[in-house]
């Protein structure tokens, strides 16, 4: 959380990358506009494509307070 304070005190945004709905709760918790989704498992390196689609459900409904989700890591084209 310093280094979200710092960055916020300098004006830049900050997101925080999760990869489980454990993580993502505690995010959503502390409040960060921003999450980004790693596809990527970092113990294996496979791609799970659809760990966004599936965390976005945990997500709070549409409105204030509702973080942007990101999702990143291994789409490579419009199908993915």
Known sequence: LR?????EGLHMGVLAEVHTA???QRVLA???PVVGVNHRCLHSFRL????SAALARHLPPPGP???ILIAESG?????D
């Not at 799970?48 to 760990?51: F, N, S, Y």
């Not at 789409?75 to 199908?79: G, R, S, W």
């Open 3 to 7: 280094l979200r304070a710092l960055a």
């Open 22 to 24: 454990g993580e993502l």
């Open 30 to 32: 502390l409040g960060f």
């Open 48 to 51: 799970a494509l659809g760990r």
């Open 65 to 67: 307070g509702r973080p």
């Open 75 to 79: 789409i490579t084209d419009a199908l």
